[in-house]
């Protein structure tokens, strides 16, 4: 599973940073989660098809998170897509989506599915759930967390062998969690040949907030989280009235969820050097780093 970052900046893009959109390959998936203004162009600098995208999950409403949609899906229809694209958003914004991709002229060659979550709404897929919870924002705005399905223990060959089982079509009955009954009349049960289930992987994306209980829920025992970072601490006022977060915020969310690793998002164009805003974070979870354009970062299994 691996995140690109395609925008990093807040409210207005810079000569180094985009406006916000993240990228997230899942197994054969590609996610995007926000779709700011600018958001091709970086998906060409990352090598990333629109042709790819599997789904696109909009946090709210403000322009900076949102206005790359409907350029998106018109080069996707440039390009003869077919298979159908899933777009959800807030509960109550979804027809304020709809009216905005009507608004250019070009023809639709697929399905475009918009629709509304709920804060605390599950959504299954393949693999995963979407999990969403309330952010603390001027408009209307959600969380997300991809949660993997937890995944089968380790497989020890050594053991089935001993059993009386050889490499093939039998291993990987088990590995799927089917018994095998061998000609004697035993049966070998999946939990004899592998260890107990791994747990899985957790990915959190809050979008714009104040710093909240909600999020802090969301984000229990992620591997990432990735949190508004707008102003500076001694700026925690106008942070607060503006419904953004700072460095030691977004921290303390952090540390009182206790995920992995924090990733700072949304940088206000005034910081040209981030180091302050990382330096502030680290005092309170060392374990932070700051987004960067077209970063990657690989999440990998905890064994």
Known sequence: MKLIFLGTSGSIPTSQRGLPAIALRHERELLLFDCAEGTQRQMVRAKLSPLKIDAIFITHLHGDHFLGLAGLVQTMSLMDRERKLEVYCPRGEGERIERYLQIPHYTLTF??????????????????????????????????????????????????????????????????????????????????????????????????????????????????????????????????ESAHSTPSGAAEVAKRANVKQLVLLHVSPRYKDDSILLKQAQRIFPNTVVARDLMELDVKFQE
């Open 111 to 240: 399905e475009v599915a918009v629709r509304e979550l709920n804060p605390e709404e599950e959504l299954k897929r393949r693999g995963y759930r979407i999990l969403t919870s309330n952010a603390e924002h001027s408009v209307p705005s959600l969380a997300y967390a991809l949660v993997e399905n937890q995944r089968p223990g380790k497989f020890y060959p050594e053991k089935a062998v001993a059993l009386g089982l050889k490499s093939g079509p039998d291993f990987s009955r088990l590995k799927s969690g089917n018994s095998i009954r061998l000609r004697d009349g035993s049966v070998v049960k999946p939990e004899q040949v592998m260890g107990p289930p791994r747990a899985e992987r957790k990915i959190v994306y809050v979008g714009d907030t104040r710093p909240c209980e909600s999020i802090v829920e969301l984000a229990r025992n992620a591997d990432v989280l990735i949190h508004d970072c707008t102003l500076a601490d001694e700026l925690a006022d106008k942070a607060a």
